[in-house]
């Protein structure tokens, strides 16, 4: 049975889980030492490794690692939470917008009563270290625009854009989440630094689960400008 059949139950599961002592100490472990060294660990063989019970290892993995077919039944099942913080940050160059960037962008949306959603512009995309052709910012944030308007998020959603790394979430004293992919989240600890330094309460931060493409590996857009995977998730197989 999947969670989207009783996604109450799902909640009351995961709420109780999240309030166990230590669950984010744990979490973090799992994120920095167990996920880097295999990303395809089960749930049965994290409740081994961790010694808990596996609903928790279940909780656990869910939050941090999902597979593409996996997406579209978190957001279905996010109206179920209630927001626990106002105003969240995240950003992102959103080219070729896949399965990954609506997982990031559905944290977002879930923790937060609004989101500001940061598209990089093509002037910072010039500096930054990208592989292959990138679409232009209006062509990026018009499928940004049409992505939230999809899921229900435009009453929620504050869309800008970036030209330097850090966007608002430096100079602006409304946030009190960001939420970052586990590959930025260094960038995330530079930003409460910095709005530490400016005299700015440092934010929340959270992170999105790593997406894995059908061949066990994280989707990305640099994947899919690549021609090796689909949006959705899907590996592009040759025609013969």
Not at 8 to 17: A, F, K, M, Q
Not at 37 to 55: D, F, R, Y
Not at 170 to 191: C, G, H, Q
Not at 200 to 216: Q, R
Request: proline letters at 4%.
């Amino acid at each position: 049975m999947r969670i989207s059949d009783c996604p109450e139950l799902y909640v009351v599961l995961s709420t109780s889980i999240r309030n166990i002592p230590m669950f984010r100490e744990k979490r973090e472990y799992v994120l920095r030492k167990i996920l880097q060294a295999n990303l395809l660990i089960t749930c049965q063989e994290l409740s081994m490794k961790l010694g808990v019970t596996e609903g928790e290892a279940f909780v656990l993995l869910r939050d941090l690692r999902l597979w593409y077919y996996e997406v579209e039944e978190e957001i279905l099942i996010s109206k179920y939470f209630k927001p626990k913080y106002r105003f969240a940050g995240v950003g992102g160059t959103f080219d070729n917008l896949h399965i990954g960037h609506l997982a990031l962008l559905n944290v977002a949306f879930r923790l937060a009563e609004k989101v500001y959603v940061g598209c990089v512009s093509d002037e910072l995309l010039k500096k930054l270290d990208k592989k292959g052709q990138i679409a232009t910012f209006e062509e990026r944030k018009k499928l940004l625009e049409d992505t939230i308007r999809k899921y229900g998020w435009s009453d929620k959603a504050e869309i800008g854009i970036l030209d330097d790394p850090y966007g608002p979430m430096i100079t602006r004293s409304d946030f009190d989440l960001l939420v970052v992919s586990p590959f930025t989240y260094s960038r995330a600890i530079e930003i409460n630094e910095l709005r530490i330094k400016k005299g700015l309460s440092p934010v929340s931060i959270e992170t999105c689960p790593v997406v894995l493409a059908e061949d066990g590996k994280p989707i990305s857009s640099t994947r899919v400008r690549m021609g090796e995977v689909h949006p959705d998730g899907r590996i592009k197989r040759i025609q013969i």
